[in-house]
Every structure is written in C-alpha cells, then in structure tokens.
Nanobody
Framework: QVQLVESGGGLVQPGGSLRLSCAASGSIGTISAMGWYRQAPGKQRELVAT???????NYADSGKGRFIISRDNTKNTVHLQMNSLKPEDTAVYYCNARQIVLGLEYAYWGQGTQVTVSS
C-alpha cells in the first residue's frame, strides 16, 4: 500500500508560480515512478510530468519549459515547480505513484489539490 498526500495548490495570477508537493508513505521502496496529472472541469485527466526511481523525467508539451518535477528521496516526496502559469493550467492536480509487485502494476492516487490561475 502507498499513501499520497498533495499540498501546495492555491490561487495564483497568470505568470505566477506554485510549488506542489506530494508526500508518499507505505511501501515506498516498491515505487517505480511518480508523477503529476491534472483534470480540468469537463476534461479527462491528463499527464503533466513523471519521474522514475532513477530520476528520469518526462513532461507533457503543455508544461515543458515551465514545469520542473523533482524527487527528494530522503523525504519520500515529489515536487512540481510550476512557473509562468497560465489560466489553462487551472485544474485539480493529482499525485500518482506506480508500483510493480510480482509483475503486476498498481497505481495510487492522492486526493488532489486545486490550482487556479486567474487575475
């Protein structure tokens, strides 16, 4: 079992920045990758960024060049630094963890944190 708790969301003006954090607990040694996804009203959940246990990163085009994902293994935490925020970044952001045990893949999700970009 993996538990994820997000924090750092809020209201910010266009062009501003936010830093999201996701703290993982439980069977963290089995996590192969973590990431951030977002879901805007009326839209499907979409990938924002991922990072593997080996610190390989992947970004969706929407956030590439503006967002940075990182891991702090000593604190079992993943961060998403979001810069130059746009109104279209408004969404609920969810932390995701991927776990592979005995060849089976499991996905865990946090409760989500609201990010609103508005003037």
């Amino acid at each position: 079992q993996v538990q994820l708790v997000e924090s750092g969301g809020g209201l910010v003006q266009p062009g501003g920045s936010l830093r999201l954090s996701c703290a993982a607990s439980g069977s963290i040694g089995t996590i192969s990758a973590m990431g951030w996804y977002r879901q805007a009203p009326g839209k499907q959940r979409e990938l924002v960024a991922t990072i593997t246990s080996g610190s390989r990163t992947n970004y969706a085009d929407s956030g590439k060049g503006r967002f940075i994902i990182s891991r702090d293994n000593t604190k079992n935490t993943v961060h998403l630094q979001m810069n130059s925020l746009k109104p279209e970044d408004t969404a609920v952001y969810y932390c995701n963890a991927r776990q592979i045990v005995l060849g089976l893949e499991y996905a865990y999700w946090g409760q989500g944190t609201q990010v609103t970009v508005s003037s």
